[in-house]
């Protein structure tokens, strides 16, 4: 007869330490190479290059389609049920490198929190767009202040003007994401506006 034993903490807190240790050899096996990732609580797969990765955020040469590489995406590393690699993206990634597109070590960007993250965006690059849970929606703009409580954007309109200020939990953003061609063809639009 099978006797049921109740995990003493010890056993749960070594079980946990060791699924992180093999959730991070997993990630270290794929930098630099195109995957997959999805996650247990978000319909859409997110496929890139790995460039890095923290305990809380995931770096990605965004692929969004094809042998195209669009701009960045950091995913929160929050309910991630599968990371993986198959035959159709390494082909992806061969075709990608035949065509001289390449990661490099200006890609890497301080991932270590949110903060770190969008001030260096919005000192580098400006603009950038951040989803929550929902894919459904998607939200533009530069960065107004951000604490414990709050991020503040000026949020910025499918037409390149900046429409006033969103505010956003921190703890609900799931995807930022930067240097894509769309946010770039609106920059475009602002830069025209300016002068």
Do not use: C
């Not at 270290?28 to 996650?39: T, V």
């Not at 929190?113 to 919005?122: H, M």
């Amino acid at each position: 007869m099978f006797k049921f034993q109740i995990p003493t903490t010890f056993e749960l807190e070594f079980a946990f330490l060791k699924l992180e240790f093999l959730k991070k050899n997993m990630m270290e096996q794929y930098l630099r190479q195109l995957i997959a990732i999805e996650f247990s609580d978000k319909k859409e797969i997110f496929t890139g290059f790995l460039i890095d990765y923290s305990d809380d955020w995931i770096l990605l040469r965004n692929n969004p389609v094809d042998y195209i590489l669009d701009g960045f995406v950091i995913l929160k590393n929050k309910n991630v049920e599968n990371v993986h690699r198959d035959q159709d993206l390494a082909f992806t990634e061969k075709v990608i490198r035949l065509k001289g597109l390449k990661t490099n070590a200006e890609d890497i960007i301080p991932i270590r929190d949110l903060d770190s993250i969008v001030n260096f965006i919005t000192n580098k690059y400006g603009i950038f767009q951040i989803s929550k849970k929902s894919a459904k929606s998607a939200y533009l703009g530069k960065l107004i202040s951000l604490n414990e409580e709050e991020l503040l954007i000026d949020f910025l309109d499918t037409k390149g003007q900046f429409g006033g200020e969103l505010s956003f939990n921190p703890e609900k953003i799931r995807v930022i994401e930067f240097d894509t061609d769309y946010i770039n063809s609106l920059k475009l639009v602002i830069e025209k506006e300016i002068k």
